[in-house]
């Protein structure tokens, strides 16, 4: 009995630490915290397709400094302006928390400081984008 209690104990914990992967299409009058719904602090990788404002895009870095997120696909997306804000996925806390971020493939700029004190060491720039 005490084995079959440990067992479960060791699954449950197994299942608590378990990576949360959310796959979101964006579509014209939605909107990417509608779609992520309760769970969106609990989520620690999110792929993104569709399209993405502003708005949005620092709403996940307000998942990243309060909750569990780390990864993050934009890749199939196109963002507003075809350009990250300044300090879009920007951490100033220690440590540093966002190890991943695939940008979009047709993105044109980027802002100031988008990725300061974060954990990524490298990205992958597409050909479009002309300002850094």
């Not at 079959?4 to 060791?10: A, G, K, P, R, S």
């Not at 915290?33 to 989520?43: A, Q, R, T």
């Not at 996925?89 to 540093?96: C, D, L, Q, S, T």
């Amino acid at each position: 009995m005490k084995q079959v209690l440990i067992l479960m104990l060791l699954l449950l914990a197994n299942a608590i630490e378990a990576q949360t992967k959310r796959v979101v299409d964006v579509k014209d009058g939605q909107t990417l915290v509608g779609l992520l719904g309760d769970d969106i602090l609990e989520i620690d990788t999110l792929v993104v397709t569709g399209s993405l404002k502003h708005q949005e895009i620092l709403m996940m870095r307000q998942c990243v400094h309060i909750g569990k997120l780390r990864v993050i696909d934009i890749s199939g997306c196109t963002v507003e302006s075809n350009s990250l804000p300044k300090d879009a996925f920007a951490y100033y806390r220690v440590p540093p928390r966002l190890d991943s971020v695939a940008l979009p493939k047709t993105l044109q700029a980027i802002g100031a400081t988008a990725f300061s004190h974060t954990n990524i060491t490298a990205m992958e720039i597409p050909p479009t984008c002309k300002v850094i």
